[in-house]
């Protein structure tokens, strides 16, 4: 039988992200409060959980929402992902 990959989804209240907790139940949700500061704290949850796999569905799309709030963008869709990158090295 095939092992199931440890996966971790960021996210996974959103669109993609809910869907993708549908077609694998155990995978490891990303707490939305981690993933609006990424840090230090972020890492640690991605070392601590080690996964096999990272699905980023977290982002904010919403162009108006965007232009309204660039810090909160640029969080979400520049600093969240290379942060997630890092940890996952």
């Known amino acids: 039988m095939k092992k ?19 077609r694998y139940p155990s995978a ?10 990424p840090g230090e704290e ?17 982002a904010i799309s919403d162009i108006g929402a965007c232009e309204q ?3 909160g963008s640029y969080r979400a869709n520049v600093i969240l992902p290379v942060t997630l990158a890092q940890a996952a090295q």
């Open 69 to 71: 709030d660039p810090e």
């Open 4 to 22: 199931t990959p440890c996966i971790l989804i960021a996210g996974a209240h959103g669109f993609l992200g809910a869907r993708a907790m549908e």
């Open 42 to 58: 972020l890492r640690d949850f991605v070392r601590t959980h080690r996964p096999e796999l990272i699905l980023n569905a977290a």
């Open 28 to 37: 490891i949700g990303v707490d939305s409060a981690l993933l609006r500061n």
